[in-house]
């Protein structure tokens, strides 16, 4: 459950103990809360501490990971906790409008959120969201962009269709209702 802040504050007393520039502290903070995701930051915090009070050298994340997880007095690893955002599930909803052959369609995805849950997901084929949106909002083809907020973690069917796409679900389902006429009378009663 190591939070990005302390995660970043931890990274910043290891660069000043070790002599890591600012640029490392940046360029580090990514993989580390990832792969400390499961840490809470309480045992980070006294992991840090220990390494800088008995160690010549600079931590890696393995070994720092490996001392924390030594220590008899860390805290149970607790559930991973979600975030509104991602309504607990550690997943974001996202749609993407694009054109493809003369046409806008919208596609839906889900992708890792920013909380400790999220973070515990991300991997090869589960991306962080923000990663997923940026490429996106960079590709030509792209219209629009939606994404769950932590105001709202549905997307809309207005957001996850173009209003093209709604106005064919809806002659489908006339369609539907014409055809299947009895099981409609049937469900009323
Ligand atoms: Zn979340």
Redesign the pocket.
């Known amino acids: 459950m190591a939070s990005i802040p302390v995660v970043r504050r931890c990274l910043q007393a290891l660069a000043q103990n070790y002599g890591k520039s600012d640029q490392w502290v940046d360029s580090s903070l990514k993989l580390w809360s990832r792969g400390l995701a499961s840490v809470h930051d309480k045992d980070l915090i006294r992991g840090v501490e220990e390494w800088c009070g008995k160690e010549a050298r600079m931590a890696n994340l393995a070994r720092l990971k490996a001392l924390i997880e030594a220590n008899p007095l860390r805290m149970k690893p607790d559930e991973l906790a ?5 309504n ?3 997943l ?1 909803e996202l749609a993407r409008w694009h054109q493809k052959n003369g046409r806008v369609r919208a596609d839906t995805f889900v992708a890792a ?3 400790p ?2 973070r515990s997901l991300t991997s090869a084929t589960i991306l962080n969201w923000s990663e997923v949106v940026d490429a996106w909002r960079a590709n030509p083809w792209t219209e629009a962009v939606f994404h769950s907020t932590p105001e709202r973690y549905h997307l809309t069917t207005q957001e996850r269709n173009t209003p093209e796409e709604l106005a064919a679900l809806e002659e489908r389902v006339k369609e539907r209702s014409k055809v299947s006429g009895w099981s409609r009378v049937g469900a009323k009663r």
């Open positions: 979600g975030c509104p955002a991602c607990g599930t550690g974001r959120c920013d909380c849950k999220g």
